[in-house]
RNA sequence: GGUUCUGUAGCUCAACUGGAUAGAGCAACUGCCUUCUAAGCAGUAGGUUCCAGGUUCGAGUCCUGGCAGAAUCACCA
């Protein structure tokens, strides 16, 4: 089926060229779809060939809409306003387009492109529970993931786990202190046990430093606050414990790596019931414990090159100035990996297990320059997959009192904000009284799936790079524009189609072919339908699930306006009503499919 | 201080990549449940798109210079 626009795009491009003698390409005509106030599908704008036509923007909308008229059987009639060259699709164009939708099994899954990607997302640490920021994180991740799969894409979810470091051994340390042998319970999550001990950890150590810092003090009255606190922290027990600990952990001690995988392996299960009723998953997870000691070899593959400079105390650098950026350090003097060292040798790693075009980092905004950095240096060593390496930089979600900080707890834990918005659902709905007929389990259900629904679209529906304000005090609505509208209209829509069903009306199978004429919402409502796939396009493109989360809404909203506009099983003609069945059944599962794709799933009665 | 990002209605966000009179939701106000689900629909009100220049037929969008906020510029991850 060729693309209406590009048909129009074309015969415009035709008659300009014949018109003015100069050859104008489709591609470059922009085409738009008419504004609400005017009448017409599409417009074109004629402004930009005054100068080839030698003509006033009026005349050149006048001569090049008779010729349209014309030589386009599609195109049923014109106006011009100023330079707006407003063309109208004839009906049955547009129901004819239903149909074709309607019959497409796979509308809005793109032809397969050939392509990989891979997209690694949530990355959580494993001292402490996931908050509203991994939320985030994971619903855009898993969203874009869907997304691209939709666009033609072959995708790979990863999850690359922060198991290691000073930061993991502070909470082994504490347990280890204070822990009196607790384990996990039906109460208190496995990651929310190890996450408190982690917050107990910097207890006590804000408890000794303040201690040393006034002893310091006193010993040191003529050094300066920051000198003091350097030597507090070098004098501290704790984290020095911390610090032997970890090097403990790096020989392969048994005790500490027996305890550590106990503590990770309670936080694994408490993130694995999470991730499941955040309805997100992975392909493939990766460890940090596996993987910090990567990157090395490539560290001395790029000395022989030259991409990479030693200095004086054996330090290792690279320098890229001459990209605006200054000297930046890929290995320690004595030989110990940093941070790009690793994400060096995972970037590689992940290239050997799945040879992809694109690899999509989602990752906090606090992160650009580390990634801007490591984006060029695989450009410099040559690596194939340098190019298709995309940050999807994200900004924080603050709550009211400013930033969220887990070391001292005050943060919005995601367990406990699902729990919540499930418990809202809950209320809501009995308020409504719509739990008729509804099981426990299938309320249950229902809550949840609101629940999910609300708080998906609630931190989807913005572009990713803007940071958001999240206040717990007033809670995620469920009224306007929120998920659960949408999830509404597809509820609607399905007690429609099961009263279609109950009366034996099959709509499946019309052709309406005595139908001319349709309703102006009616054929709104065909052509943001017909928009879908560029929608998705677009979404990949732009790495943007907001995008989809506002096409649903404008769907759902048109949708809305549409049901309470024209009557269905009430509708004398019998081909108009199999039409509005059919397009409600058709804005059924375009919403479902767009929502998906948001990885927010829609009830069948609500 | 350098770099990057952000700034649109009281609040939360859009705006088809430079197009027509800048649109939605929340909050406020007015109507509409005896008709397919009112978690809804229709309407009223709300704007110097941070400021000042520039580019052109045309700027919220592009360029320059400011202002405000955030992140980053760690041999932390």
Request: hydrophobic share 35%.
């Amino acid at each position: 089926m060729m693309n209406i626009e590009e048909k129009i795009g074309k015969a415009i491009s035709k008659v300009l060229s014949e018109c003015y003698g100069e050859i104008i390409l489709p591609s470059t005509i922009s085409l738009q779809p008419t504004r609400k106030d005017f009448e017409g599908n599409y417009t074109f704008v004629t402004f930009p060939y005054t100068k080839v036509a030698r003509k006033k923007p009026e005349e050149i909308g006048e001569e090049i809409g008779k010729l349209l008229l014309k030589k386009e059987s599609l195109i049923e009639k014109y106006n011009v306003v100023k330079g707006f060259l407003n063309l109208s699709i004839s009906q049955r164009y547009w129901i004819d387009l239903l149909l074709q939708i309607n019959k497409d099994k796979k509308f809005g899954n793109l032809e397969k492109n050939n392509a990989k990607v891979m997209v690694e997302y949530s990355s959580p640490n494993t001292n402490k529970p996931l908050h509203l920021g991994h939320l985030r994180n994971n619903f855009l991740g898993y969203s874009v993931a869907k997304i691209m799969e939709a666009g033609g894409y072959e995708v790979m979810k990863t999850n690359l786990v922060n198991d290691r470091g000073i930061h993991i051994c502070k909470s082994m340390l504490a347990y280890q202190k204070f822990g009196n042998r607790e384990i996990p319970s039906a109460t208190k999550k496995g990651d929310k046990l190890v996450g408190e001990y982690y917050v107990k950890f910097n207890k006590e150590f804000k408890v000794e430093i303040a201690k040393l810092i006034t002893i310091l003090k006193e010993k040191y009255p003529e050094k300066e606050e920051k000198e003091i606190i350097k030597l507090a922290e070098q004098q501290s027990n704790m984290l020095n414990e911390a610090k032997a600990m970890l090097k403990k952990w790096e020989e392969g001690d048994e005790e500490i790596v027996g305890l550590w995988e106990k503590l990770n392996n309670w936080v694994y299960e408490g993130f694995e019931q999470t991730y499941k009723s955040m309805g997100v998953s992975f392909d493939k997870i990766y460890k940090e414990s596996n993987t910090y000691l990567l990157g090395k070899d490539i560290i001395e593959e790029g000395l022989q090159k030259g991409v990479f400079f030693k200095k004086q105390d054996n330090s290792v650098w690279i320098d890229l100035s001459a990209d605006g950026l200054d000297e930046k350090l890929v290995l320690r003097a004595d030989g110990t990996s940093v941070y790009i060292t690793q994400d060096i040798g995972t970037a590689e790693l992940k290239f050997g297990d799945f040879p992809m075009q694109k690899s999509v980092y989602v990752v906090g905004n606090e992160q650009d320059y580390h990634f801007k950095v490591l984006k060029l240096i695989m450009k410099h060593l040559g690596r194939p997959y340098a190019k298709g390496i995309y940050h999807l930089s994200y900004g924080m979600v603050d709550l009211p009192s400013g930033k969220m900080k887990s070391r001292e707890g005050t943060v919005v834990d995601a367990d406990d904000l699902i729990t919540e918005m499930t418990e809202t659902a809950s209320q809501r709905t009995a308020e409504l009284g719509k739990i008729d007929g509804f099981t426990t389990e299938e309320a249950k259900k229902l809550y949840h799936q609101l629940a999910m629904g609300a708080l998906k679209y609630y931190l989807l529906k913005v572009d990713p790079k803007k940071r958001m304000l999240f206040n717990p005090a007033d809670s995620i609505d469920f009224q306007g524009n929120t998920g659960v509208y949408i999830q509404y209209n597809y509820a609607k829509i399905c007690a429609i189609i099961r009263k279609a069903i109950k009366d034996g009306i099959d709509y499946t199978n019309v052709t309406l072919s005595g139908l001319t004429t349709i309703e102006k919402t009616e054929e709104e409502l065909i052509f943001l339908l017909s928009q879908y796939p560029s929608k998705v396009k677009e979404a990949g493109d732009t790495y943007s699930p907001a995008l989809i989360a506002n096409y649903a809404y404008e769907l759902s909203k048109l949708y809305s306006k549409f049901y309470a506009e024209l009557p269905i099983f009430s509708e004398q003609q019998k081909e108009k009503l199999f039409l509005r069945v059919l397009l409600s059944a058709t804005t059924a599962s375009t919403i479902e499919k767009a929502m998906g794709l948001l990885g927010i799933e829609v009830p069948q009665r609500m």
